[in-house]
C-alpha cells in the first residue's frame, strides 16, 4: 500500500465527517471531527501539555512550600531561638533563687541547732551538780545555777522563733520558684511545634523535588559530648544509672 | 585541699560547690569550660578537678586529655561529673585517665562516695 493510501485510510472517515457536518450545517459535528483530526495530527501534543500543566501545579506547590520555609527561616526559627534563650535564662534564675534561698536556710537551721544543743548540755549539766545540792543552802545555789540557764533560753527561744519563721518563708519561696516548670515547658512545648512544622515541609520538599530522602549518619565521635540521654531518642548503649557506670567501670579495672 | 571545678551552667558549679562546702572542702575555684580551666589548672595548685563533659569551646574529655599530657598535671585526681552516659563515652573517658565518673542527675552521697574512693575517707 502507497503511503497516501494509508493516510486516506487513515484520515478518510474523519473528512467525511467533517464533509458531512459541513453539508447539514452541524456546529457540535464540524468542531468534534476537527478536534478528531487535530488528536490524530499531534499525538504528542497533549501528553506534553498534561505532563507541562503537572510541572507547573508542582512548582506552585513547590513554590508555596518554599515560601513558608523561607518565612520560618527568616521569622520563626530566630523567635523560637530567643523563646529557648529565655527558658534558659527563667530555669538559671530560679535555679539561683533556688540556691540562694537554701544558702540562706542552712546557717539559720545550723544556727539553732546548734545552740539548742548547748542549751540540752546546759540543763544536763545544771541537773548533775544539783542532784548533790542539799538543804536550804543547796536550794539558793540550785537557784543561782539555774538563773544563767533561764537567761540562754531567753535568748534562744525568740531567736529559735525568728529563724524558723524565716525558713519556712524561704521553703514558701522554694516552692514559688518551681513555677518556673510550667512556664518553660509551654515554651518548649511551642518550639517543639515549629520543628514539628519545619520537619513536615522539608518532608514535603524532599517529595516535590523528587530527591532521595538520604538519612545521614553522624559521624560517631563523642568529643564535644551528646548532652543528656533523652529517653527514647538517645540511640546506643546508655546506663541506666550510677550502678551501671560503677559496675562497667569496675569492669575497666577501676 | 583545692578544687577546682569546671561546668558551662553557673547552677551546678554553684550546686558543686555548695556540696563541697559541706564535705569539708571549702577551697573551691570555678571554670566555664576547658579553655578557662587549663591555664587555671597550670598556674594554680589545685588539689583536685572535677569537670563536666559538654561544654562549648573546650569539652571536658579535651581537658582531661590535655591534664594527662602535662607533666605537672599529670597525677591530678580528677572527678567527671556529666550528663553523658553513653557507654562507650564512659570507656572513652576511662581510658583518657578520669580518676571517677558520675552521671547527672546525682546525689549528694554518691558524689562523697566517689571523693572518699579517690581521696581516701574524708574528715
Redesign the interface.
Known amino acids: 500500500m502507497s503511503s497516501f493510501a494509508l493516510l486516506k485510510l487513515e484520515y478518510g472517515a474523519c473528512v467525511e465527517a467533517l464533509t458531512e457536518a459541513l453539508r447539514t450545517e452541524d456546529e457540535a459535528a464540524f468542531f468534534s471531527a476537527i478536534d478528531h483530526i487535530v488528536h490524530m495530527r499531534e499525538p504528542g501534543m497533549f501528553t506534553e501539555i498534561r505532563k507541562l500543566t503537572g510541572d507547573l501545579q508542582k512548582a506552585l506547590e513547590r513554590f508555596s512550600i518554599e515560601s513558608r520555609l523561607a518565612d520560618i527561616a527568616e521569622n520563626e526559627i530566630p523567635d523560637a531561638r530567643a523563646r529557648l534563650t529565655h527558658v534558659i535564662r527563667m530555669?538559671?534564675e530560679a535555679?539561683?533563687r533556688t540556691?540562694d534561698l537554701?544558702?540562706q536556710s542552712g546557717p539559720l537551721a545550723e544556727r539553732t541547732a546548734r545552740e539548742a544543743a548547748a542549751l540540752i548540755e546546759g540543763v544536763a549539766a545544771y541537773r548533775n551538780r544539783t542532784s548533790e545540792m542539799k538543804g536550804f543552802e543547796g536550794v539558793v545555789r540550785s537557784i543561782d545555777a539555774f538563773l544563767p540557764l533561764v537567761r540562754s533560753m531567753e535568748a534562744f527561744l525568740p531567736a529559735a522563733r525568728a529563724d524558723s519563721e524565716l525558713i519556712r518563708r524561704n521553703l514558701a519561696d522554694v516552692l514559688m520558684a518551681q513555677g518556673y516548670q510550667d512556664l518553660t515547658g509551654q515554651i518548649i512545648r511551642s518550639v517543639m511545634k515549629l520543628v514539628e512544622e519545619l520537619e513536615s515541609a522539608l518532608t514535603n520538599l524532599a517529595k516535590v523535588s523528587g530527591d532521595v530522602v538520604e538519612h545521614a549518619t553522624m559521624g560517631?565521635s563523642?568529643?564535644?559530648?551528646?548532652?543528656?540521654?533523652v529517653p527514647g531518642v538517645?540511640k546506643?548503649?546508655?546506663?541506666s544509672?550510677?550502678t551501671d557506670?560503677d559496675a562497667?567501670?569496675s569492669g575497666?579495672g577501676? | 585541699m583545692k578544687f577546682l571545678v569546671v561546668d558551662d551552667?553557673?547552677?551546678m558549679r554553684?550546686?558543686i560547690k555548695?556540696l563541697l562546702h559541706d564535705l569539708g572542702y571549702p577551697n573551691v575555684s570555678e571554670a566555664d569550660d576547658g579553655k578557662t580551666a587549663l591555664p587555671m589548672l597550670q598556674a594554680g595548685n589545685f588539689d583536685f578537678l572535677i569537670t563536666d563533659?559538654?561544654?562549648p569551646g573546650m569539652?571536658?574529655?579535651?581537658l582531661i586529655k590535655a591534664v594527662r599530657a602535662d607533666n605537672k598535671l599529670a597525677k591530678m585526681p580528677v572527678l567527671m561529673l556529666?550528663?553523658?552516659?553513653?557507654?562507650?563515652?564512659?570507656?572513652?573517658a576511662?581510658q583518657a585517665g578520669v580518676?571517677?565518673?558520675?552521671?547527672?542527675p546525682?546525689t549528694a552521697e554518691?558524689l562523697k562516695e566517689k571523693l572518699d574512693k579517690i581521696l581516701g575517707p574524708s574528715k
Open positions: 530555669t538559671d535555679a539561683h540556691l537554701v544558702e560517631e563523642s568529643g564535644p559530648g551528646h548532652g543528656p540521654a538517645t546506643g548503649d546508655v546506663a544509672g550510677q557506670v562497667l567501670l575497666l577501676m | 551552667f553557673s547552677t554553684r550546686i555548695n563533659w559538654n561544654m569539652p571536658g574529655l579535651d556529666t550528663a553523658e552516659a553513653k557507654r562507650e563515652q564512659i570507656i572513652e576511662a580518676n571517677g565518673y558520675v552521671i547527672k546525682f554518691t
